[in-house]
């Protein structure tokens, strides 16, 4: 038989609850009992028929597996050229809402100098019959000449950028011409005793 005894600790057993042990009567020691094993247990036992069986695919899954694997590389590129337009076209549609709203709130005058600069645009495609270059020199060059003369500020700015980036082109092409003239102008070496040929 057990033996039911108490033991606490001495002062504690007002505030804890006591703790109560069961001892084994006859004094000996028993042997302790094997574990189990996780697969003698029916908690953990695996059921012996699955409980969901998946369905075969049919014949529209098979076509729907086939058109998908065909349209992969496609989507993926369509994917990447979005990923590129998008913010070119986020830009744009911002532009666009500005120039809508500098419109809707344009300065004095605004239409008049914008329909003479239009003009001298359609007087340069009149003026420059015959040659493509002509059609392309001189509508550009009346509009800018008389667009600088309406917004004078802004013809300087865009002249001493556009200058700039003109000057350092040419800098650039002068250097790289240089650069070949000077090793097609140099005299071979050979490579017995470096003598000149």
């Known amino acids: ?18 703790v109560w042990a069961a001892e084994a009567t006859d004094g000996g020691e028993k042997e302790p009992a094997a574990p189990l094993k996780l697969d003698d ?14 369905p075969a ?6 076509h729907v597996a086939t058109l998908r694997k065909l349209v992969e590389p496609y989507t ?6 979005y990923g590129k337009l998008k913010p070119k076209m986020e830009k744009l549609v911002q532009s666009g809402n500005d120039s809508y709203v500098y419109l809707q709130n ?3 005058d605004f239409y ?6 239009g003009f001298t645009g359609v007087l340069g495609l009149f003026l ?5 270059v002509k059609k ?9 000449l008389t667009a600088s003369m309406y917004y004078p500020e802004e013809a300087v700015t865009i002249a001493r950028s556009t200058g700039d980036a003109v000057y350092g082109y040419a800098v650039r092409g002068f250097a790289a011409v240089s650069a070949y003239k000077q090793q097609t102008h140099h005299p071979m070496m050979t490579s017995v005793g470096d003598t000149l040929l």
């Not at 038989?1 to 006591?18: C, D, H, I, N, Y």
């Not at 247990?41 to 998946?54: D, Q």
């Not at 008049?112 to 600069?117: L, P, S």
């Open 128 to 132: 420059a019959r015959g040659s493509r």
């Open 112 to 117: 008049a100098r914008a329909g003479i600069i």
């Open 106 to 108: 344009h300065p004095k």
């Open 1 to 18: 038989m057990f033996k039911v005894t108490g033991g606490a600790m001495p002062g504690a057993a007002r505030v804890l609850p006591l």
């Open 76 to 81: 993926g590129w369509c994917q990447v050229t």
């Open 41 to 54: 247990l029916s908690l953990y036992s695996a059921p012996e028929k699955p409980l969901y069986v998946e």
């Open 136 to 144: 392309l020199i001189y509508p550009a060059g009346l509009m800018t």
């Open 57 to 62: 695919a049919g014949q529209l899954e098979e």
